[in-house]
């Protein structure tokens, strides 16, 4: 934090708790350089420092990134699908009738149990 934006945090602040605050903004500072993210603070009159948002912390270039394909979707809609190009020219589109009854009946039959007569 540079010595101009301090300036305008010691006048907002009591003398006698400026130790106080440079101490915060110490162990703030020290904080930022170690975890590499921003934070959005205030102070209150007594120097006590109060984190309003913290940043996302960096990107690990090691991990996955996604890489959008070339032709949108929207442009090609063969792209969107998993069919291949030789049978999508030939199909049609399928009739919504079903083939089942429209109750079910449930039968739970007993076990085998052997015949004793």
């Not at 010691?10 to 934070?39: E, T």
């Not at 007594?46 to 070339?70: K, V, W």
Request: with cysteine; aromatic share 12%.
């Amino acid at each position: 934090m540079d010595l101009p934006a301090r300036a305008q945090l010691y006048a907002f602040v009591h003398p006698v708790c400026w130790p106080w605050l440079w101490f915060q903004l110490w162990r703030l500072g020290a904080w930022i350089q170690s975890s590499k993210r921003d934070v959005l603070f205030r102070v209150d009159r007594y120097g006590n420092l109060r984190i309003d948002f913290i940043s996302d912390a960096p990107r690990d270039p090691s991990r996955y990134t996604y890489e959008a394909p070339a032709v949108p979707a929207w442009a090609e809609p063969r792209l969107a699908s998993d069919m291949p190009e030789s049978l999508a020219a030939t199909a049609r589109p399928a009739l919504c009738v079903t083939a089942l009854p429209l109750h079910e009946l449930h039968l739970i039959s007993a076990y085998d149990v052997p015949d004793t007569s």
